[in-house]
T-cell receptor, first 111, second 114 residues
Framework: RKEVEQDPGPFNVPEGATVAFNCTYS??????FFWYRQDCRKEPKLLMS???SGNEDGRFTAQLNRASQYISLLIRDSKLSDSATYLCVVNRGGTASKLTFGTGTRLQVTL | DVKVTQSSRYLVKRTGEKVFLECVQDMDHENMFWYRQDPGLGLRLIYF???????EKGDIPEGYSVSREKKERFSLILESASTNQTSMYLC?????????????FGPGTRLTVT
């Protein structure tokens, strides 16, 4: 089983739609969770950290379910500029600084 | 803003050549990382350094070595480049403070070995 699993997509959605991505992780000792965004042929950039209580940043909402070991990202009112690959990322247990990256979910927002 | 820079965006080398990839960060981060990214495989950790002169193997260290002589600089060395090392190489850095593990990436070096 992969340490971090994501549906690779692509998710093709019209502008203005709401889209949700899920991710599961296998290491129950992981304590830090993130969503990164990666544009085509560019480096990954931190989109948001994911906290146990759930957190929101504008149109983006992230949630964590520790019992089921999954993380979600919800994007509301999708924009063309949201088209990218979204990487689910977890740390490798406890206070480990090393991160494990999922292979990403590709989102294409269309007119 | 954290800035991580890499010495080259594109590099073409021949099989058997020694290759140096340089990474510099300007935010006094303790941790630095080298990854390679290949289609369908995602980011895979090659080596990690948590302090000057300290290094730790990642998931795929074979064929690579690293050097960290100064806190801001982390070098990846391909001792004898091979075609299966053609890839996108990404450097990242992070703080060591508890709970602050997010990593910041450089723009990447696309290496082609012919």
């Amino acid at each position: 089983r992969k340490e971090v699993e994501q549906d690779p997509g692509p998710f093709n959605v019209p502008e203005g739609a709401t889209v949700a991505f899920n991710c599961t992780y296998s290491n129950s000792a992981s304590q830090s969770f993130f969503w990164y965004r990666q544009d085509c042929r560019k480096e990954p950039k931190l989109l948001m950290s994911v906290y146990s209580s759930g957190n929101e940043d504008g149109r983006f909402t992230a949630q964590l379910n520790r019992a089921s070991q999954y993380i979600s990202l919800l994007i509301r009112d999708s924009k063309l500029s949201d088209s990218a690959t979204y990487l689910c990322v977890v740390n490798r247990g406890g206070t480990a600084s090393k991160l494990t990256f999922g292979t990403g979910t590709r989102l294409q927002v269309t007119l | 803003d954290v800035k991580v820079t890499q010495s080259s965006r594109y590099l073409v080398k021949r099989t058997g050549e020694k290759v140096f990839l340089e990474c510099v960060q300007d935010m006094d981060h303790e941790n630095m990382f080298w990854y390679r990214q290949d289609p369908g495989l995602g980011l895979r950790l090659i080596y990690f350094s948590y302090d000057v002169k300290m290094k730790e193997k990642g998931d795929i260290p074979e064929g690579y070595s690293v050097s960290r002589e100064k806190k801001e600089r982390f070098s990846l060395i391909l001792e004898s480049a091979s075609t299966n090392q053609t890839s996108m190489y990404l450097c990242a850095s992070s703080l060591s403070l508890r709970g602050l593990y997010e990593q910041y990436f450089g723009p990447g070096t696309r290496l082609t070995v012919t």
